[in-house]
Every structure is written in structure tokens, then in C-alpha cells.
């Protein structure tokens, strides 16, 4: 994947153009480091606009682009999807992936045993948990702490997993 979602437009601020963003990115503070952003539309369109000035309120981003001036245009990004580029990610520390380079991986415990394939990522505050579908539809939570996750091969696209006592 070439791009990373890091936010939804939820509203509008005021009547001089500003969006309301509801980030999804672990980073909140990484809107000040960009100069722009994509929005990707519920018809598959796609428009990219120059950030002239980001502030915070609570856990919200928002957000002036330029040429959205009013409340009427800001008014129709409303449900786009942020954007950006691979190349302006946060870059990762130790043991951190991106979560588009997790979905699809396969997952197997120590023991060689096929579990499934991770299908989604639920970021929960305390822990990231992965969500495994099974080849029988089923899913499996397996939280993504030391105990747990013992290998991950996103080139190779495996994961390697200790199941604790309770998981299936």
C-alpha cells in the first residue's frame, strides 16, 4: 500500500472553511509536519489540498485548507478519508509496524500450527489487539504484547504467536 489513512472529516468549524478531523493515527501531533493532505471520497475520488493551519481540541484535528474558505465547501469533505503518502509515515521504532503491512499477513503459532490470517487491527488504548480470521470463519483476539506476538516477517508476511491460556 502506498498511502496510510490518518484521519476522517466529521465536520465543519466555524463559518471560514475549517474541517473537524477525527484522527486515526497513533501520532496525534503528526498533522504539524505536514504541508498537505489527500482526501479520498466515498466515489473513489481523490483531491489533495495545501494544510494552512492546523490547532487541536481535545482528541480532534482541525484543520484550514486553502480554497475551502467556507463553511459550504468545508461542508463537502465532510466523511472524506485523510491521506498520505508511504514516504511522510511516522517513522517506526522498535517492534512497530504499520497496521496496512499486518492485514493479510498469515498467522501460526510456535508449533507450526495455522491459525488464520490477521484481518484487522483494534487499537485499544492499553494494547493493540489482532484480530485473526480462522479458515472456519471464527476469530481469534490475540493482543499484541511480548508474551504473545513472538515473530513478525511482514516481507515474508508471517506472524509467529504464543497463545495464552483462554485465547481459543
Known amino acids: 500500500m502506498d498511502y496510510f489513512e490518518i484521519g476522517k472529516i466529521v465536520n465543519t468549524v466555524g463559518v471560514k472553511g475549517e474541517i473537524r478531523v477525527y484522527p486515526t493515527t497513533d501520532e496525534l501531533r503528526r498533522y504539524d509536519r505536514l504541508t498537505e493532505i489527500a482526501v479520498i471520497f466515498d466515489d473513489g475520488t481523490r483531491k489533495t489540498w495545501i494544510i494552512e493551519k492546523v490547532r487541536y481540541h481535545r482528541n480532534l484535528v482541525m484543520l484550514k485548507l486553502a480554497g475551502i474558505d467556507n463553511v459550504e ?17 511516522v517513522p517506526l521504532g522498535d517492534d ?16 507450526g500450527e495455522h491459525l488464520g490470517t490477521l484481518t484487522n487491527v483494534m487499537l485499544t488504548g492499553a494494547n493493540d489487539v489482532y484480530v485473526v480470521k480462522q ?8 493482543p499484541a504484547i511480548g508474551k ?3 515473530d513478525v ?6 506472524m509467529v ?6 485465547l481459543i
Do not use: F, M, W
Open 135 to 142: 479458515p472456519n470463519g471464527k476469530e481469534i483476539l490475540i
Open 96 to 111: 512497530e509496524y504499520y497496521i496496512p503491512d499486518l492485514i493479510g499477513i498469515s498467522v501460526a503459532t510456535q508449533e
Open 153 to 158: 516477517d511482514v516481507a515474508g508476511k508471517k
Open 148 to 150: 504473545c506476538i513472538i
Open 73 to 89: 465547501d468545508a461542508h463537502k469533505l465532510r466523511g472524506g478519508t485523510i491521506i498520505i503518502e508511504r514516504e511522510n509515515a
Open 161 to 166: 504467536v504464543a497463545l495464552l491460556e483462554g
